[in-house]
């Protein structure tokens, strides 16, 4: 086996003499303004820069197991994205992973579930057009080319609701339906307007067309009650992002305007009629590029393993997975049993240059040369804990007034502790920088502690300053 490996080392590096097993160079090289890092290549550490400019399409897809360093990789791009381009991105999350990191990155979180987005909204379309996408969505979830007499119905009662009330919703179709006699339809229709599941069946809390400027945004699905839900609203965000994008002046602009991720959202990526599917075979026309990510390829439908501009292969074990990869890319059994080996992190990765000459290359990498994680301050007491980004609680503590040296001596504090503190030591340290109780409560306020929380904390700092005197802070007199 070893001499085998070493044997195999050696063959490969002799080849890669004549024909190393990498791209050129100039391919992978952009300037840190024009392209993202990601890593370098395992054999010439070549730095590798994502530049669409230089690649067939602007769309990307991630597999690899589960902890192989697929969102890890989403953020690391998105994050660059946003630094280099200044990049919006939305995440429709399938499972909540990404909450936390959104808001830690100062992004917005929506909540479906909470919120409700009305299928029957034309945002700009006419009514026909939005129709011909109610029904694609709906064929993909209910099947509905097995009942053709309840798709026709449903259509009619979709044109006649737009004919009839001004802003129309589900409810309608199916009570109009419901009055026509077409029982059946309306009982298709009736999964999506029922109390509990009327998310798309109700008026409109959420307006789409600021979601595109709005930085980073997380739509976070996993509240929604059934998969069939969730990939209702990720196939209705997409349909409405591709007609937003496709209408807007295709201005030549510098870097990648919006980022959307879909992370395993196996429905709306293996159907031939998704959005999804669409945008990628159709190429570089839509203003925006698409993320898709699956710990399972084969959820991946075919159309989008070998037309995505970009690919990353994290690791993959199943044999099953791999050959389903490979069939579409085509390369050596040497890369597909390094893939079965990868650590955490490790990728291989597919581009499809846009010059004829560059063509189609699968290569290594030495890892995902990721970010660090952004830090997180915790600030604790009894029950309690509020948590902040660390730039973001420095900037509040500059804006509060504290100097540079009372900033150091508060991230000192945090960080002997692992990034926490109790909160009643915070409170001790702000006091005794001469900060009065009610300016050191609007603070924590502004934290967005609870008013109970507060009073405790201070209750608490109360009865520690009389039994144990001043917290242990040596501080140099101003
Ligand atoms: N390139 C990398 N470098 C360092 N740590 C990584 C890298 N990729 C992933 N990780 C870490 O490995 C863990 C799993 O990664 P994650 O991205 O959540 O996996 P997946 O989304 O594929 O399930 C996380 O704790 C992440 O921080
Ligand atoms: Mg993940």
Wanted: glycine share 6%; with cysteine.
């Amino acid at each position: 086996m070893k001499i085998q490996k070493i044997f195999t080392r050696e063959v490969s590096e002799r080849l890669f003499l004549v024909h190393p097993p990498e791209p050129r160079p100039d391919a992978l090289i952009s300037s840190i303004n024009d392209g993202i890092y990601v890593g370098k290549t395992r054999w010439l550490n070549v730095p590798v820069f994502w530049n669409y400019q230089k690649l067939i399409n602007p769309h990307i897809a991630i597999v690899g197991i589960t902890g192989s360093g697929k969102s890890y990789l989403v953020k690391t791009f998105l994050t660059r994205a946003s630094l280099i381009w200044n990049s919006n991105a939305i995440i429709l999350d399938w499972v909540g992973e990404y909450d936390k990191w959104v808001k830690q990155a100062g992004g917005k979180v929506i909540r479906l579930g909470e919120e409700n987005l009305n299928l029957m909204d034309l945002a700009g379309l006419a009514p026909s057009e939005r129709i011909k996408q109610i029904m694609s969505a709906l064929e993909i979830l209910l099947d509905l080319h097995n009942f053709p007499a309840e798709k026709y119905d449903i259509e009619e009662g979709l044109e006649d609701a737009y004919d009839k009330i001004k802003s129309p919703t589900l409810v309608d179709v199916a009570s109009m339906l419901e009055k026509r006699g077409k029982r059946a339809a309306a009982r298709l229709l009736k999964r999506f307007t029922t109390q509990g599941s009327d998310f798309f069946a109700k008026p409109s809390t959420l307006a789409l067309e600021h979601l595109i400027d709005s930085g980073l945004v997380c739509i976070d699905l996993h509240s929604l009650p059934t998969e069939e839900m969730r990939s209702l609203a990720g196939l209705t965000i997409l349909q409405f992002l591709k007609e937003k994008m496709r209408r807007e002046q295709m201005k030549e602009e510098k870097g990648v305007r919006l980022f959307v991720v879909v992370d395993e959202a196996w429905k709306i990526a293996s159907d031939e009629r998704s959005d999804v599917i669409t945008i990628v075979r159709e190429g570089r026309k839509y203003n925006f590029a698409l993320i898709v990510a699956s710990q399972n390829p084969t959820d991946m439908h075919k159309t989008i393993l070998s037309n995505v501009g970009t690919m990353f292969i994290l690791r993959l074990v199943l044999r099953e997975f791999r050959d389903y990869v490979r069939q579409s890319l085509n390369y050596s059994d040497y890369i597909d049993s390094e893939i079965a080996k990868f650590g955490v992190g490790d990728a291989a990765l597919n581009m499809i240059f846009a010059k004829r000459s560059g063509g189609s290359h699968t290569f290594l990498l030495n890892k995902i040369d990721g970010e660090e994680p952004l830090f997180v301050y915790n600030l604790e007491a009894d029950g309690m804990s509020v948590e902040k980004e660390r730039e973001q609680f420095c900037n509040m503590l500059y804006e509060l007034g504290l100097t540079d040296e009372q900033i150091g001596l508060v991230k000192n504090e945090f960080e002997k502790n692992d990034g926490t503190m109790d909160a009643t030591e915070f409170v001790s340290i702000l006091e005794k920088f001469g900060y009065s109780p009610s300016s050191v409560m609007s603070f924590l306020r502004q934290l967005e502690v609870d008013e109970k929380d507060i009073v405790e904390i201070f209750s608490l700092a109360r009865r520690r300053k009389a039994s144990k005197g001043m917290v242990d802070l040596s501080l140099r007199e101003e």
